[in-house]
């Protein structure tokens, strides 16, 4: 009897076999995303008259709409002066990196969903330097008659120095927020990525920084809606790794394990 054995099809691929980009190309690609990020804010400057005639338009616009004013938030974190240095120095300080460490974890943990995180990034923050050209915008906190102050500049710690000799940052850039398109980025990334039954908390990151953003008189509301949209048209276009054990970390506690599949004989005589 002439008989071999073969196996009846070949082993699965791991759940996650998405390869792990090449490190040096990331950095070399992320680092370009920004410096095409600052400057293509820088290329969006002086257009200060057109800036503070929008940011009117936003104003009376957001009465119109009946949203929330700023100034109500800002007065709660101006009950103590702890509490408006806590507000800035989130401003100035968490943005960057928590955007920065959400992607290096990725990276390590969850390649395919790295890649996913990072092109939304990107498309988002591409389009948000159309809008300086075509709508740029002053914050509220240059803003006068809206009894809003500056909390950077007042209390400190201040990320900005005067506009006219600002050269790092186009502060006429108001919308839409990326600090608060970022942010959202981050949790939506995370709740995607992880099983955690806690994964949702991860929400206050975004809510913490809108408070921040509108608080600190840096953005109006409508920066934060007009970022939540932009991500949104990026997340609809550009979908994240379907969902397994490998993609979204351990598969959860008495889930059915697999059950390998037996060799079988293939061509054996009788």
């Known amino acids: ?9 070949a082993a ?5 076999a998405t390869a792990r980009p090449a490190l ?19 290329l969006a400057t002086g257009h200060t008259a057109n800036a503070f ?11 119109a709409l009946d949203l929330p004013h700023e100034n109500d938030v800002q007065s709660a974190l101006l009950h103590g002066d702890t509490l408006v240095h806590l507000a800035n120095a989130y401003y100035a300080s968490v943005h960057f990196p928590a955007t920065l460490a959400f992607l290096v974890w990725l990276y390590l943990r969850r390649p395919a969903h790295y890649v996913w995180a990072r092109r939304v990034l990107a498309v988002v923050t591409a389009a948000a330097l159309v809008l300086p050209f075509t709508f740029p915008l002053a914050p509220p906190r240059m803003l006068t008659g809206t009894g809003l102050v500056d909390t950077a500049r007042r209390y400190g710690p201040s990320v900005y120095g005067p506009p006219s000799s600002d ?37 206050l990151h975004p809510v913490i920084t809108l408070l921040v953003i509108v608080g600190t008189a840096n953005h109006y509301w409508l920066d934060a809606i007009v970022a939540t949209a932009m991500l949104g048209i990026a997340l609809a276009a550009i979908r994240p790794p379907h969902r ?6 351990t598969a959860r506690r008495g889930a059915a394990r697999p059950v390998p599949r037996e060799h079988v004989l293939a061509g054996a005589g009788r």
């Open 1 to 9: 009897m002439n008989a071999r054995t073969e196996p009846a099809e």
């Open 12 to 16: 699965a691929e791991p759940p996650d």
């Open 24 to 42: 040096i190309r990331e950095l070399l690609l992320v680092a370009g995303l920004f410096l095409v990020y600052k400057l293509g804010r820088q």
């Open 53 to 63: 005639r929008n940011a009117h338009r936003v104003w009376d616009l957001e009465r």
């Open 167 to 203: 050269h790092l940052s186009n502060q006429f850039a108001a919308m839409p927020s990326l600090h608060f398109g970022w942010a959202l980025m981050v949790a939506v990334g995370l709740i995607v990525a992880t099983r955690s039954r806690w994964r949702w908390l991860w929400l």
């Open 244 to 249: 397994t054990a490998g993609t979204a970390g």
